[in-house]
């Protein structure tokens, strides 16, 4: 009998039926990391976690927890941005098997889209079936004020790049995956029952994903207010395309850390970010732990 490593491998070995590789050299790297990873841990992860700027700290409240280095595991890119510390923690939260990202990869940090992804597509080989993403976010919704808690419905892509451009794996999903309900509507309905049992304000909002570093300008904000955008930010949006190619049911809560670029005179300091983010650690903690108990 197969290990659930070996069967995941299976998955992205090469293509007998035309003689290549099923997805280029990309699938041999994301095998490496998983035969790595499958060494590490003893159950499979049913959650993938992915932690925003400031929010590492949670992963430290998983049990029976195995902390790996992204360093240490083959082809997986390294965050280097303020505030992500750099390691897959797999254990247990609300009694869910998760795999947590304490740090997670930007495009502008200077990553091609396949190594952005690369993560995701980890996660979804070990066999993951839901992605919890979180992320820090300017408030372009001028009801939106910092701190407040926001779980989001859709998105706009405005970073100039789509993931899944390139050759397509019919075995990770199909060349035109519908995007409708990226966000899943049941889960955003039991984020919703989970903050209210809590006593957490959340609101919904759609997100739109600038490709950064530099914040944005007073008129792109203006821009992207007038598209239906109520935040802004540099990631996840990359993430969560892939997640829905996989079949890889998505909750994203995003976390308004600061006012965005000409809501205020003052001008953005990423440190801002940071501070704000740790200010509402424990409000995301307490929703994640309610929603994973609903899933559970």
Not at 61 to 66: H, Y
Not at 114 to 120: D, I, N, V
Not at 245 to 250: G, Q
């Amino acid at each position: 009998m197969m290990t659930f490593i070996q069967e995941r491998e299976m998955a992205v070995m090469p293509d007998e039926t035309n003689g290549s590789p099923a997805g280029d050299c990309g699938d041999m790297k994301i095998t490496e990391a998983l035969s790595f990873v499958g060494e590490k841990i003893t159950a499979r992860p049913r959650v993938g976690i992915i932690l925003g700027s400031g929010l590492g700290g949670i992963a430290d409240a998983v049990e029976n927890r195995a902390a790996i280095p992204y360093a240490d595991i083959p082809h997986w890119p390294k965050a280097t941005a303020q505030g992500h510390a750099g390691r897959l923690v797999f254990g247990e939260l609300e009694g869910v098997n998760v795999a947590v990202m304490q740090g997670r990869i930007h495009h502008y940090e200077g990553y091609s889209t396949e190594e952005l992804t690369f993560p995701m597509r980890v996660l979804g080989e070990l066999g993951i079936s839901t992605l919890y993403a979180t992320n820090a976010s300017g408030g372009v919704n001028l009801g939106y004020k910092p701190g407040d808690l926001v779980a989001v419905y859709d998105h706009i892509n405005f970073m100039g790049i789509n993931p899944l451009t390139g050759r397509n794996n019919e075995k990770w999903g199909p060349r035109f995956p519908d995007m409708s309900y990226a966000y899943d509507r049941e889960y955003l309905e039991m984020l919703e029952s989970a903050a209210t049992e809590e006593k957490i304000p959340l609101r919904r909002g759609v997100y739109i994903a600038f490709s950064g570093p530099s914040f944005e300008t007073p008129a792109e904000i203006r821009m992207a207010r007038a598209m239906g955008a109520d935040l802004v930010g540099m990631s996840t949006v990359p993430e969560v395309i892939v997640a829905n190619h996989m079949s890889v049911r998505v909750a994203v809560v995003s976390c308004v850390a600061n006012f965005a670029a000409g809501v205020k005179p003052e001008k953005l300091r990423h440190q801002e970010v940071l501070d704000a983010m740790s200010r509402a650690a424990r409000s995301m903690e307490r929703l994640m732990r309610a929603f994973l108990r609903k899933i559970s």
